[in-house]
């Protein structure tokens, strides 16, 4: 059974005859017991604790907001970590091979290189000066000098590719 606190009322060290008159009147109330319980809960009611500044700032949106943009940032983070590095230490590198063995570069999309029934492949000279666009290194000393390259060409003439063969 749970003990009920009251107000020792008897041993004071204030003398006061008021004070011993009006405990005197105190100690002989006898109050029912739900009175204390229910003045408690009304003093509650009509004055709710405040709520303090930081007890607003975690709120559900912000807090499933925040967890969204570190879960992003995480995987934007696991992405670049497990990105291959490039053959050449990440340069940027040319557009052109110098050996003959080299890729084409594509001078039309892709679809329309898949689409064409029969290409054909055209060995030509093409200056210098209109390949500096595709990464051939040009000087004013070889800037009038043709390079070697082979081209895929559609059946129309357009050139849908080029390789170059040989490059000084």
């Excluded at 594509?106 to 029934?117: G, K, V, Y």
């Excluded at 290409?119 to 000279?125: F, H, I, K, Q």
């Amino acid at each position: 059974m749970k003990r009920r606190a009251t107000m020792d009322t008897r041993k004071t060290t204030d003398r006061d005859p008021l004070f011993d008159a009006l405990r005197a009147e105190v100690g002989c109330l006898d109050t029912p017991r739900g009175v204390e319980k229910a003045l408690l809960q009304a003093f509650a009611r009509q004055h709710p604790p405040r709520r303090r500044w930081y007890h607003g700032l975690p709120g559900r949106r912000w807090t499933l907001a925040g967890g969204l943009a570190g879960l992003a940032a995480g995987a934007l983070a696991l992405a670049f970590a497990l990105r291959t590095p490039d053959a050449d230490g990440g340069g940027a590198g040319t557009l052109a091979a110098r050996d003959d063995s080299g890729p084409f570069i594509a001078l039309e999309s892709a679809e329309r290189i898949a689409a064409e029934p029969a290409p054909r492949m055209v060995a030509a000279d093409v200056p210098r000066a209109s390949l500096a666009a595709l990464g051939v290194p040009l000087t004013p000393e070889n800037a009038g000098d043709s390079v070697r390259a082979e081209m895929l060409v559609a059946a129309d003439g357009q050139p849908l590719a080029l390789r170059l063969s040989s490059i000084e």
